[in-house]
């Protein structure tokens, strides 16, 4: 959600942005715009639309300079529009500044400066924030960083921000509160970002920015650091680990299918010296020291939003199966807004793929105060979340960036599924030959992924035939559950079909009032406890003329029989189930998408890393 580049150096700036700003589409925006400065002259250009289309609107315009900022806006203050992109000038046109997240009191502080007699051009919070940093420049006589200070003193809400001025050449100023920021160190040059994406091709050393600091690059010094409550800060340089071939699609034609396809390596990272099938070992080392205030836990919260929030619905059955500990699954802006009960021996489980998602930070910091230990579950290093926690563990997924998440799900289940057979072990929970039985199949469970996906051209034959659908239904039981709610969230948020997920016994109180010739149902019917319960449901399906796709256990024969299609997946046992069915569920919703002519990777209104509430 809005990315932000900069750049000040010896090098070109236009293409080192234009590219940033390409590594950052993946967090959804519907604008960008650039801002070059070049011998005391800015040149700024901005437009709805992609990066593309900002790429074409720059065609021989001048766009030289060494220095500069670039952005992709996703609307939250007045429509996508070309006003309404950043960069943003100052009222005297001398500064520009870009900014990701929320400005709560823009209101206030947009009437003060109307009334001292400043006219605006757009209807953004941003732009409020950068005529606000030239008055008090104006009115107090102050250098730029401090009146960069003075203004986020003002401010209530998030924000990322780089800000340029065509008076001090070589000097680009940066924020940040709530939505992150990155700086890259590199030889005699500096690089500002979102996350590392942009950076990782010109240099491995990195400053994250924490909440409330103001950094200022400027060419020929080093970098300096100060809070907003005016505190100097020494900076951590920390080194990248990722590489620039995970961020490329490598033959593929979009990164999510791409991502679908990595999951029997992802999955096995998530698991690469957490599991050792011969000695019977499971051991999460980030919260190894949690280990027994997690089996005396009275009660696990799980925390997340959207894809992540489902892996936390696995939790909730894999903890309460395997290590006996009730367990809450909480939307994170639901948690946050309603004054939860947090008792002393409750463990807050938090679970982010961008480790940035604003509301489950938010849910974290209030169960912090509150006095809850918080274990984060995270896929992106550095992370604010990681970062805000007090112990946890990386998915170790790679950086994912089709905007609907797919192996990171299936990381984040691994890792829990690993927490909960850790913790049950550890309080005598689980049963010894379970949980010997479990680990083998878990240290299996790649090779199984990678059968399933040979299920591909099946799915595509299926997809063809409902890839005009108006409404599709998932249905699943006990830890498939989740998973049919997973699968309706994918085929919604890329191919705009409307779809709901239902525990399968459900649907007798209400969606199946829906069922009719034209209705596809998904259900998954593996075998398992809940095999013959499943098998009604299906017959109830069947009775109304719904169209039946299951998901099944190979050679199974009686769902087989009353389903117009079957895509069948290996047995196993049903812990570690949701890990392969999942798979032909992103598979369905992936091609259905691009038979539909749908942006799959940076499907319309979405964002990838959700930064503001
Ligand atoms: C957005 C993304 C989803 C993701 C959710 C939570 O909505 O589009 O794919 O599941 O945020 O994000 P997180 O990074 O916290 O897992």
Redesign the pocket.
Same mark, same amino acid.
């Given at each position: 959600m809005c990315g932000i580049v900069g750049y000040v150096g010896k090098r070109e700036a236009f293409p080192i942005l234009i590219k940033g700003l390409q590594r950052l589409e993946y967090r959804?925006y519907d604008s960008a715009g650039i801002a070059l400065l070049q011998e005391q002259t800015i040149n700024l250009y901005k437009c709805k639309g992609k990066v593309a289309d900002l790429e074409s609107f720059t065609k021989g315009k001048p766009t030289k300079g060494s220095q500069g900022i670039g952005h992709t806006r996703w609307a939250t203050h007045g429509v996508p529009n070309d006003t309404n992109a950043h960069p943003h000038y100052s009222a005297s046109e001398e500064l520009v500044l870009i900014h990701n997240g929320i400005i709560e009191n823009y209101n206030v502080l947009k009437k003060g400066l109307e009334k001292r007699g400043y006219a605006f051009r757009s209807d953004t919070d941003t732009e409020v924030l950068i005529f606000l940093i030239e008055d008090i420049q104006k009115q107090l006589k102050t250098s730029l960083e401090e009146s960069v200070r003075l203004a986020l003193n003002e401010i209530v809400g998030a924000y990322a921000i780089v800000l340029m001025s065509k008076h001090e050449p070589g000097k680009l100023i940066a924020a940040k509160k709530g939505s992150p920021l990155v700086i890259g160190l590199g030889e005699d040059e500096y690089f500002l970002a979102s996350d590392a994406t942009p950076i990782v091709e010109y240099t491995r050393e990195v400053v994250y920015l924490e909440d409330e600091e103001i950094a200022v690059v400027e060419l020929g010094k080093d970098l300096r650091m100060r809070t907003i409550a005016d505190k100097e800060i020494q900076p951590y340089i920390q080194e990248l680990q990722i590489e620039l071939e995970q961020l490329e699609k490598g033959g593929f034609d979009h990164f999510m299918l791409k991502e679908i396809y990595e999951q029997p390596r992802s999955v096995r990272d998530s698991m690469r010296g957490r599991l050792d099938v011969h000695t019977g070992r499971v051991s999460l080392g980030g919260i190894l020291d949690y280990e027994t205030r997690f089996a005396q836990a009275k009660r696990v919260i799980i925390v @997340?939003?959207? =894809? %992540?929030?489902h892996a936390g619905l696995v939790g909730e059955y894999l903890f309460e199966d395997l290590a006996r500990i009730p367990v809450e699954v909480e939307y994170a802006s639901e948690f946050r807004y309603r004054n939860p009960i947090i008792q002393e021996g409750d463990i807050v489980i938090a679970? %982010?793929?961008?480790? !940035? =998602?604003a509301d =489950?930070l938010a849910a974290i910091q209030l169960a912090r105060q509150k006095g809850a230990t918080i274990i984060g579950i995270c896929?992106v290093v550095g992370s604010s979340?990681a970062r805000a926690t007090h112990a946890g563990s990386y998915t170790h997924a790679g950086p994912e960036i089709g905007? @609907?998440?797919t192996k990171?799900f299936t990381a984040q289940v691994t890792v829990l599924t690993l927490m909960a057979l850790m913790v049950g072990r550890k309080k005598g929970a689980i049963q010894e030959s379970k949980y010997r039985a479990l680990l083998n199949e878990l240290e299996n469970i790649p090779e199984l992924i990678a059968q399933v996906l040979k299920q591909d051209s099946n799915v595509q034959v299926i997809s063809h035939i409902y890839q005009n659908a108006r409404n599709f239904l998932y249905l699943g039981r006990g830890y498939n559950f989740p998973v049919a709610l997973e699968g309706a969230l994918k085929l919604k !948020?890329i191919s705009y079909i409307h779809a709901e997920g239902y525990p399968a016994a459900e649907m007798k109180h209400g969606p199946i009032a829906l069922i009719d010739e034209e209705m596809p149902v998904v259900v998954i019917a593996t075998k398992g406890d809940s095999y013959e319960k499943i098998v009604s449901n299906v017959q109830e399906v069947k009775a109304r003329g719904g169209k039946i796709i299951s998901i099944v256990t190979e050679g199974d024969v009686e769902v087989a029989a009353i389903s117009d299609h079957i895509i069948e997946i290996p047995e196993t046992p049903d812990p570690i189930s949701p890990l392969i069915s999942v798979i032909p569920l992103q598979l369905l919703s992936y091609h259905i998408a691009v038979l539909r002519g749908c942006n799959v990777d940076q499907p319309r209104n979405? @964002?990838?890393?959700?930064t503001v509430e």
């Open positions: 959804g @997340a939003c959207g =894809t %992540s929030w679970i %982010s793929q961008s480790g !940035e =998602t =489950t896929n979340i905007v @609907a998440s990171a !948020e979405l @964002a990838k890393s959700v």
